[in-house]
């Protein structure tokens, strides 16, 4: 299929995004991918894609995009206020898109990171494996950059009809919920023995603010001081999407999609990976709270979440006369 969507206006950050680039991080490259990777996925499977296809990621301030071909979108993660031709869309919804229509975000509402999934999804070269944008070295996506002002984006093109992708959606239930007093669960630890006696006990109670200096690399929090036993630095170690560092001055850091492969600071904790939308999801100046968790608890939450995709992946495999 070709040419699918035109660039009218780039919003703030828009950028092709899919799960990243996995197995190069022993050669220094970081894996990238969607911040929200589960608004991703499900945003994919609504509009009959493999979870693993790219889609567009759309930060805060969202793009206006119009379509060149009719299509079918689903939006999911943060509600950015789409609008398709000025009429309110629903997102975790899937929706036809015809021809000329264009598609545009205004106030954020809940959460800052939302997800456009294209039927047939993006046709892109991959750079090593995956579609994904990282703009510090210049690869992946549309040219390595930032989407802009009158790029096009192809499609696959859909293996099924568009009429049986349309009005797909979650069940109430089962959308996630960006309650911004919800605490972030964390597995402490690996570096607890690092600091000094009752941090943990703090690092668990104190309230944190998120701060301007954050990116898709990492969220800098503000809040009470951890202190280090013999300061802050480590070898060099695997980090991993959720890692809270901790350096010198004492304040945590989230590590998120754009995170370096390795780092030399303590880590304080790790948010288990069901949790990691609620942190990805805030703005600057949120608050947040850490709850500690077992392996085994984060372990089950992962599964019961997976079970969800799973469930989904084999509903948006079956369509009448396909």
Not at 26 to 40: E, K, P, R
């Amino acid at each position: 299929m070709g040419k699918i969507i035109e660039v009218i206006k780039p919003g703030l950050a828009t950028s092709v995004q899919d799960l990243g680039r996995i197995g190069f991080q022993q050669y220094g490259v970081v894996v990238s991918g969607a911040m929200d990777s589960f608004a991703l996925q499900v945003a994919n499977l609504l509009v009959g894609n493999s979870r693993m296809e790219a889609g567009i990621e759309v930060v805060i301030m969202g793009p206006e995009l119009r379509m060149m071909e009719d299509t079918v979108l689903a939006i999911c993660g943060a509600d950015l206020s789409p609008k398709l031709d000025g009429k309110p869309v629903s997102g975790w919804k899937s929706f036809a898109a015809k021809k000329g229509q264009r598609l545009t975000f205004g106030q954020p509402n809940n959460g800052s990171y939302a997800y456009i999934a294209i039927a047939g999804g993006i046709d892109i070269p991959e750079v090593m494996g995956s579609k994904s944008t990282y703009t510090k070295a210049g690869i992946g996506g549309f040219n390595g950059k930032f989407l802009q002002k009158g790029d096009q984006l192809a499609s696959g093109g859909e293996h099924v009809p568009l009429r049986y992708l349309t009005g797909r959606g979650l069940t109430e239930t089962a959308v996630p919920s960006y309650d911004p007093h919800r605490k972030i669960r964390v597995v402490l630890g690996p570096d607890k023995h690092a600091f000094t006696t009752n941090v943990m006990d703090a690092f668990c109670s104190s309230t944190y603010k998120m701060t301007a200096q954050s990116d898709r690399m990492g969220y800098r929090l503000d809040g009470p001081e951890l202190s280090h036993l013999h300061g802050a630095d480590i070898i060099s170690d695997a980090i991993l999407p959720g890692t809270i560092q901790v350096p010198a001055n004492g304040q945590p850091i989230i590590l998120l999609a754009d995170r370096q492969t390795t780092g030399g600071y303590t880590r304080i904790a790790t948010v288990i990976s069901v949790d990691l939308p609620l942190v990805v999801q805030k703005l600057s100046g949120s608050k947040l709270q850490f709850e500690a968790v077992s392996v085994e608890q984060a372990q089950q939450l992962y599964t019961e979440r997976e079970l969800l995709l799973q469930k989904l992946s084999l509903r948006a495999g079956v369509y009448p006369g396909a």
